[in-house]
């Protein structure tokens, strides 16, 4: 089992920065993925960000590239959601989610991910 706890969320101006934190215990990551994945009213979960815990490999939605970084801290345990130059699309409910272990790759679908983080709300006003 592998135990995920966001933090970091709030409200924010348009134009304004925030960074997720996802601190996970249970299991050793070195062969997971971590993702990042958000969920508006009405609206499916989707994928924002992920990165392999071992080689740092990143892959990220279209509508955040150049926008938001995900990184990791492995002595920490923790991955991280860089959030700049908001927009009031991005208002949602941020969840963390952990994969593996996986021999490789970096997955971008919710259906591959088995631990998921209870979520933290981003509000971007206009």
């Known amino acids: 089992q592998v135990q995920l706890v966001e933090s970091g969320g709030g409200l924010v101006q348009a134009g304004g920065s925030l960074r997720l934190s996802c601190a996970a215990s249970?299991?050793?990551?070195?062969?997971?993925?971590m993702g990042w994945f958000r969920q508006a009213p009405g609206k499916e979960r989707e994928f924002v960000a992920a990165?392999?815990?071992?080689?740092?490999?990143?892959d990220y939605a279209d509508s955040v590239k150049g926008r938001f970084t995900i990184s990791r801290d492995i002595a920490e345990n923790t991955v991280y959601l860089q959030m700049n130059s908001l927009k009031p699309e991005d208002t949602a409910v941020y969840y963390c989610?952990?994969?593996?272990?996986?021999?490789?790759?970096?997955?971008?679908?919710?259906?591959?991910?088995?631990?998921w983080g209870q979520g933290t709300q981003v509000t971007v006003s206009s």
């Open positions: 990165i392999r815990w071992s080689n740092s490999r990143t």
């Open positions: 989610a952990a994969d593996g272990p996986r021999s490789s790759g970096v997955g971008a679908t919710v259906g591959e991910y088995d631990y």
């Open positions: 249970g299991r050793t990551l070195f062969s997971y993925n």
